[in-house]
């Protein structure tokens, strides 16, 4: 079992930045990939942003240009900075880990509350 534990949610206003962080409890090179995934009251959870094991990335459009995604494999740890934020970007978001084999399921976090307002 692999456990993922986010942290570094908050109240922030509008313009502001947040960084989350996700340890796993496992090597995070051993994963497909990483990612972070957000929902919304009402919405369906979406992918904000991956990262492979080898470095590529893949962003949402909404927030291409403002959030950035990092992995650093010695700490088993991957980020998620967030600048320029939105109200819109208000959610829970819940850290992923993809296993290298496709029939075994997806790892999640419990989930870490980003509230954008003024």
């Known amino acids: 079992q692999v456990q993922l534990v986010e942290s570094g949610g908050g109240l922030v206003q509008p313009g502001g930045s947040l960084r989350l962080s996700c340890a796993a409890s496992?090597?995070?090179?051993?994963?497909?990939?990483m990612g972070w995934y957000r929902q919304a009251p009402g919405k369906q959870r979406e992918l904000v942003a991956s990262?492979?094991?080898?470095?590529?990335?893949n962003y949402t459009d909404s927030v291409k240009g403002r959030f950035t995604i990092a992995r650093d494999n010695a700490n088993n740890t991957v980020y998620l900075q967030m600048n320029s934020l939105k109200p819109e970007d208000t959610a829970v978001y819940y850290c992923?880990?993809?296993?290298?084999?496709?029939?075994?399921?997806?790892?999640w976090g419990q989930g870490t509350q980003v509230t954008v307002s003024s």
């Open positions: 992923n880990a993809a296993p290298r084999l496709k029939f075994i399921p997806d790892y």
């Open positions: 990262i492979g094991s080898r470095g590529s990335t």
């Open positions: 496992r090597n995070i090179f051993s994963f497909r990939a």
